[in-house]
Every structure is written in structure tokens, then in C-alpha cells.
């Protein structure tokens, strides 16, 4: 089992910054990636970005060269910088872990932060 709490959101004018954090505790040596994902009022769940065990990252299109994701292994912790920020990022912001046991992965998700970013 990962528990994950999330830390970080808020309310910020557009062109803001703010950032995420997200603090792993369990079974973490069997994570290996780790990634916020996001959901607006009536849409569905989408990935923000991802980073993996060996620090390789991934960003959505709409996210790319505002925020950056990065990983604290030491620490068990996840960041999201958000740079820029832009009405439409609004959102509440998951963090996800994947772990790996065998050939099987386990997703957990953490509760949840709010995200509103004002015009």
C-alpha cells in the first residue's frame, strides 16, 4: 500500500505561480513512476505530468514550458512547479503513484487539491 497526501493549491491571479507537492509513504520502494493528473468541473481526468523512477519526465501539451515536475527520492516527494498559470488550468489536482510488485502495477491516488487560477 502508498498513501499519498497532496499539499500546495490555492487561489492565484493568472501569470501566478504556485506549487504542488506530494509526500509518499508506505510500500515506496516499489514505486516507479509518479504523476499529477487533473480534473475541471465536467471533464474528465488528465494527465499534467509524470516522472519516473530514473527522473524521465512527461508533460500534457497545454503544460509544457510552464510546469515543471520533479522528484525528491530521498524525500519520498513529488513537486509540481506551475508557472505562468492560466484561468483554464483550474482544477483539482491528483497525485498518482504507480508501483510495481512482480509483473502486476497498483495505482493510488492522493485526495485531491484545488487549483483556481482568477482572470
Known amino acids: 500500500q502508498v498513501q499519498l497526501v497532496e499539499s500546495g493549491g490555492g487561489l492565484v491571479q493568472a501569470g501566478g505561480s504556485l506549487r504542488l507537492s506530494c509526500a509518499a509513504s508506505?510500500?515506496?520502494?516499489?514505486?516507479?513512476?509518479m504523476g499529477w493528473y487533473r480534473q475541471a468541473p465536467g471533464k474528465q481526468r488528465e494527465l499534467a505530468a509524470v516522472?519516473?523512477?530514473?527522473?524521465?519526465?512527461n508533460y500534457a501539451d497545454s503544460v509544457k514550458g510552464r510546469f515543471t515536475i520533479s522528484r525528491d527520492n530521498a524525500k519520498n516527494t513529488v513537486l509540481l512547479q506551475m508557472n505562468s498559470l492560466k484561468p483554464e488550468d483550474t482544477a483539482v489536482y491528483y497525485c498518482?503513484?504507480?508501483?510495481?510488485?512482480?509483473?502486476?502495477?497498483?495505482?493510488?491516488w492522493g485526495q485531491g487539491t484545488q487549483v483556481t487560477v482568477s482572470s
Open positions: 498518482n503513484a504507480v508501483a510495481e510488485l512482480g509483473a502486476v502495477e497498483y495505482g493510488y
Open positions: 516522472i519516473n523512477r530514473s527522473g524521465s519526465t
Open positions: 508506505g510500500s515506496i520502494f516499489s514505486i516507479n513512476r
